[in-house]
């Protein structure tokens, strides 16, 4: 059984080796050549040295290096934000993996971590805002509805076990650049952070009962098309919920036209429910949720066109 277990390991070692050397080296063509590495030791008239060369396999510590060279190109900084300016500063941010919810935390990144556990304690008038990056062509192995949210959850999680109060944390979700994977299969960064004052004024609340938002889905995806000021939208909406329990929020579905009123309205509160899923993963009590469907009884656009019908495709949210 031990043999049969360290044959396993050298596999799955020689695999992972493999399929990094692939991705790397023959995908993206990052890996210096044979020449590259070898550069210094010569050629002679007369001998075969460059034929062998040819043949050699890659040594993986070379690998390795050109690797880790090429990604510390990419580092950024890791920046706490707080009304647009950056209170404080890491010289590394967090590591992503494509398709992997778990970020690594890098020893020059980890007094962020350290520095909200003593400022949120410091300051119990302060929230803290984690938006979780990722792309949509990532395959999505985790329980949330996307990787952006999972990894959200993931720093949550870390500062969770350092003692804040879950509550004073909300998760949201943005989109990686498009070219976040272009050169290796990782990236630097992952989850933006920003400090938020706990309590809205009288005027933000005021405001925020009278207003709402459409949500709609990207398409063929259970995705929620997230601006920035829907974003902000629903950030603030989760922290007047948060501060007021007996407060409900409205999640109500519409349609097109297209298919039989009943359908309809089994459809508008299935993507009612759809949304409300999100609603709990940003941190929202399931019970200051209220979801209902209109179907397709109260268009806001002619459902005569594809555009039209598009725009009925909708959920509305609101303070009840």
Not at 43 to 53: A, L, R, Y
Not at 80 to 94: C, D, H, K, L, M
């Amino acid at each position: 059984m031990r043999l049969l277990s360290i044959v396993l390991g050298i596999s799955l070692l020689g695999w992972i080796g493999g399929s990094t050397w692939f991705y790397v080296c023959k995908v993206k063509n990052l890996c210096p050549s044979n020449h590259e590495v070898s550069a210094g030791r010569g050629i002679t008239d007369g001998d075969n040295t460059e034929e062998d060369e040819s043949n050699e396999p890659m040594d993986l510590s070379v690998l390795e290096s050109a690797i880790t060279e090429r990604f510390a190109m990419t580092i950024k900084p890791l920046e706490i934000q707080y009304e647009g300016q950056t209170v404080f500063s890491a010289p590394e941010n967090f590591i992503l993996e494509r398709s992997k919810s778990d970020l690594k935390v890098p020893q020059k990144a980890a007094p962020a971590l350290e520095w909200i556990v003593k400022y949120l304690n410091k300051n119990p008038d302060k929230e803290l805002q984690l938006v979780g990056l990722f792309d949509n062509k990532e395959q999505n192995g985790s329980t949330f509805q996307n990787l952006g949210l999972a990894r959200a959850d993931f720093i949550k999680q870390e500062l969770v076990k350092r003692g804040i109060d879950e509550n004073r944390i909300i998760l949201s979700y943005g989109n990686l650049p498009p070219n976040a994977f272009e050169s290796l299969p990782m990236y630097s960064g992952g989850v933006q952070i920003d400090v938020l004052d706990k309590n809205l004024s009288k005027v933000e609340e005021k405001a925020l009962k009278a207003d709402s938002r459409l949500i709609y889905f990207e398409w063929a995806s259970h995705n929620i098309d997230m601006t920035d000021s829907l974003r902000q939208y629903i950030t603030k909406t989760i922290q007047y919920l948060n501060h007021n329990q007996k407060e409900k929020l409205l999640l109500v579905g519409h349609t097109s036209n297209e298919g039989k009123d009943a359908y309809n309205l089994r459809l508008g509160k299935k993507r009612a429910l759809e949304t409300l899923k999100f609603f709990e993963e940003f941190g929202v009590d399931k019970k200051q949720v209220v979801v209902t469907s209109k179907g397709e009884s109260q268009p806001i656009a002619s459902n005569k066109t594809e555009e039209g019908m598009s725009k009925n495709r909708r959920v509305e949210i609101k303070l009840k």
